[in-house]
């Protein structure tokens, strides 16, 4: 999930303060969203792509700005900020397809325990309770109904069987008419992110509603091989739509890709709808084999001038729906063994056969193979090794891809690991790591508190030394460490070297400098408030910071009686500045004479 006190984690202070005024000034244009994907554009001294996504292990953000520090730039704050506006205030996971939950009963137990007798009269019940089950039970038995009768996909006339090279040549040539360019195109009235050019993906609908539409009513009435013809025709007129004839502006950046993403949201309702039918293995099996001769028909034609080649990771949502119970997983398993495709982007298909087969062992060897090269499956074979209570098989696996994904399974490893559970060395180690990055994320005292009694003395200064020597995203963390360390000349050097009106936690970090230099740091907070008020600054925000300073001075008694004379002096001096007289009586810092 994402949420602003995880933006202000991610970012150091300066940019955060920036990525503020971006989204408050409106820099952020349209946001769209893709799963757990977003995508964007912020207005900055030009037009910058961003991208943030969102999982259970962290927030990954992209930009197409040149920035090289510390913690995510105002661009990628400013376009976190606009999506906690518009999605609500902490941004929630869209869950994955879901595993089937392993059964209270072994079916197959109860199945061979049980007379014909029993079977027949349980499933005469269920039907009679639910008449939506009696289509499916004649469409599987090979009951023909007159409105129901399986025939091939046709035209709206029925009197002409549509095949998959014409819907192809339908797609292509619509999608290829379609003009981006026009200046009739409305934009969303309720997208407060909107660009000036037009959101494409209506457009998109209005050619393709109408063939998801079918797919959804063919599968309604069992015809699976129907469904795969409509799906296979639009895939290929797709691809064959390389760019749109209009679209001088520069719209559309990839128009196969947007366009298959438009068609798997259309359908998103209908996969969900897949769960609860009952397909015919032979139906699926047919299906199957039509995408299998198709992929193998243009991966051996030697003349393919549109240079269509078939991705099998683009049908993982239909592959996906269709693996519903035992039957249809040996299906899918089987086809996927006969085409070759163990290797082509079906690794969440196997996965999700073999969980439905309740095949562990499968299951495992499955992860083995692809989590090496994908992070998400590598956390779902952490969590299995976890919950199997083998740690030295956790710790071997962990070792092992850690290396393929430096700091991606931080999150995993402190909430399963304690440094009493591992033994000295690489073990050990491997939690380490994982702290020390959390330690240099988000800046946690607690944690650095930990590391430190297993760090040197050396350690503990090249840590402190690394932020030194780079932009604080973290001031107040620093400040933490180096007085935990009593490297107090060192803070107060720091403390001189930052830009007060950008860090927020600045009155904390004064407190902190102050027990080692209490009147130095009264000389820099009144030489930075005269500066700033005489160099013509203004602004309610300089008021409050100004406070602020003073306030955490005020806290020692040494400092009081100076903290009261220069707050007093403040008030009287500036006497046309009222916001600024308002904070000082706020803070009980002056009083009115």
Known sequence: M??????????????FSRGEDYFYNNAVRRIKRAGNTFTGKVEGSELYEVSLTLSHLNSEFDCSCPYYYEGICKHCVAFGLAVIDQFGPVVQLVDSPTIPDQPLVSLEEVWHQTSTDQKINFLRQLLEKQPELQVQFAQFIGTEQPALKPVFFTKADNEETTSIDTISTEVFEALSELRFDDEGLEMDEDDYYSEESPDPDPLIESILSEYAER????????????????????????????????????????YPSQTWAVWQNLLAETYAQMAGRVLHPDQISQALNQLGERVRYFDELENNPDEIYYDIKAFEPLL????TDTPSARIVQQAITQYGWQSLGTEYVQLRIADVLHDQDLWLKTAETFADHDKAIGLQLLQRRQQSGNLPILLQTLHRLTKHFPGTFDAFILEHLTTTSLAPGPDLSLYLNALENRCRSIGHFDDYLTLREFWTDTQRRQFADSFLSAYA?????????????????DLFDWLKSLNWLYIRQLPDVLKLVAQSHPSECMDLVMDRTKTSLESGQRGRDLYQRIASWLAALATFQSLKPQVAIFAQHLYNTYSRLSALREELRMNRLARPK
Request: proline share 3%; hydrophobic share 45%; glycine share 6%.
């Open 2 to 15: 994402l949420s602003r006190a995880q933006l202000q984690q991610l970012a150091n202070a300066t940019s």
């Open 215 to 254: 797919v959804a009513k063919a599968l309604r009435e069992g015809r699976l091989t129907d469904t795969m013809t409509i799906y296979l025709g639009v895939y290929e007129g797709a691809l064959a739509a390389y760019e749109p004839d209009d679209d001088n502006y520069g719209i559309i950046d990839d």
């Open 473 to 489: 995203s973290h001031p107040l963390f620093l400040a933490q460490v180096l007085h935990a360390e009593n490297r107090t000349n």
């Open 320 to 323: 996906l729906a269709l693996v």
